[in-house]
């Protein structure tokens, strides 16, 4: 009996495999190399570029089960596009930059664009993404739900002009721990409001971070948990800084230099004051950093990991930026940080 059993379920598993390879189940919405260099001419976003090998397994269930998940579709049909390519396609195919491609013609030959593009390690699944401004990055493997978000995340919100993929995804699993619901259960950082700030540097005059997030961001939401609210950064912060928070998209009216913001109700859904400190670039992670003066030092408007954002504020916070080159303090930095784990496991 218990053979039997054995060789029914050897038999069904057969079963959805082929199912699998026959049939694409993906959500996603799937655009030729033709169509999508006439697009990206026009609107530059990330272009996704997935290998397919229908002889492949785990090539079958990521084409069907992860991007069957409408989550992960409807994430890359709005901010990516996407490119499904046949590694055994018999067509002749123009790359973005001209070059035309084809298949050598031999039985069971895999396409030239595919091995001039991935080298001698064909092994799939494989992806390429492509930042914005066209720089390719090839990822291999097979990705699940959880593996495939921080990849889009990092090329969707632009987290690669900052930070290597590597460092990125240590702390994205750090804020969102695969089967686990991020609770922040301290918060390491005095965050202050605008009103108390403006009473505070009457008589205690300090440097100012405002950092202005945006829940839609997820990249802005690392910043805030793992970033500000590691204890290293925190307690230099809360020794040498104001620090701000402020809600982009907050219905609040706020006071900034003797002037009120409001939030319009535009479509959009930004603060006036997010707005215009923003010079109307809506970029999250976003954040700036005033002097004793309620002066604008700089405006940053990307990702960091605390690690590199350490650096920053001890530059500007020890008055370094007024006379030194921010390459060569970089360089001789001595950080606090023990060793890389040092962010918070609890927050």
Excluded at 20 to 32: E, F, G, P, R
Excluded at 76 to 89: E, G
Excluded at 109 to 132: C, N, Q, R, Y
Excluded at 224 to 238: A, Q
Aim: charged residues 20%.
């Amino acid at each position: 009996m218990y053979s039997k059993l054995f060789l029914t379920s050897i038999l069904i598993c057969f079963t959805n495999v082929f199912i699998l390879a026959q049939k694409d189940t993906s959500k996603v919405k799937w655009q030729s190399f033709e169509e999508t260099k006439s697009l990206f001419e026009k609107n530059q976003k990330p272009v996704l570029i997935f290998f397919h090998d229908e002889k492949n397994d785990s090539s079958n269930l990521m084409l069907n089960q992860t991007f069957g998940l409408q989550e992960v579709a409807s994430y890359i049909n709005i901010l990516f596009y996407p490119i499904k390519m046949d590694i055994y396609s018999k067509d002749s195919i123009t790359f973005f930059d001209g070059k035309t491609y084809s298949n050598p013609g031999k039985k069971g030959s895999i396409h030239e664009m595919v091995t001039s593009m991935l080298g001698k390690d064909t092994e799939m699944p494989a992806m390429i993404l492509f930042t914005k401004n066209a720089i390719g990055t090839v990822y291999q493997g097979f990705k699940d739900r959880n593996r495939i978000f921080p990849i889009l995340i990092y090329y969707a919100e632009s987290v690669y002009n900052s930070t290597p993929y590597d460092k990125f995804e240590k702390y994205y699993f750090k804020t969102y721990p695969p089967g686990q619901s991020q609770i922040m259960t301290r918060v390491l950082l005095k965050w202050k409001t605008l009103d108390e700030v403006s009473e505070l540097t009457k008589n205690a005059p300090r440097k100012i971070i405002i950092n202005l997030y945006d829940n839609y961001n997820i990249s802005s939401t690392m910043l805030n948990l793992k970033t500000f609210n590691n204890p290293v950064i925190s307690d230099y912060l809360n020794k040498n800084y104001y620090c701000v928070n402020i809600d982009a998209r907050t219905k609040d009216t706020l006071n900034f230099l003797s002037q009120k913001y409001i939030n319009e109700g535009a479509s959009h859904g930004f603060h006036q004051l997010p707005i215009a400190m923003l010079n109307g670039k809506m970029q999250f992670p976003a954040f700036l950093i005033l002097d004793e003066n309620l002066k604008l030092i700089d405006r940053f408007q990307t990702y960091m990991i605390p690690e590199d954002f350490e650096v920053l504020v001890n530059f500007i916070g020890e008055n370094a930026y007024k006379n030194q080159n921010w390459e060569e303090y970089k360089k001789a930095f001595k950080s606090s940080f023990k060793d890389e784990n040092l962010a918070p496991k609890n927050n």
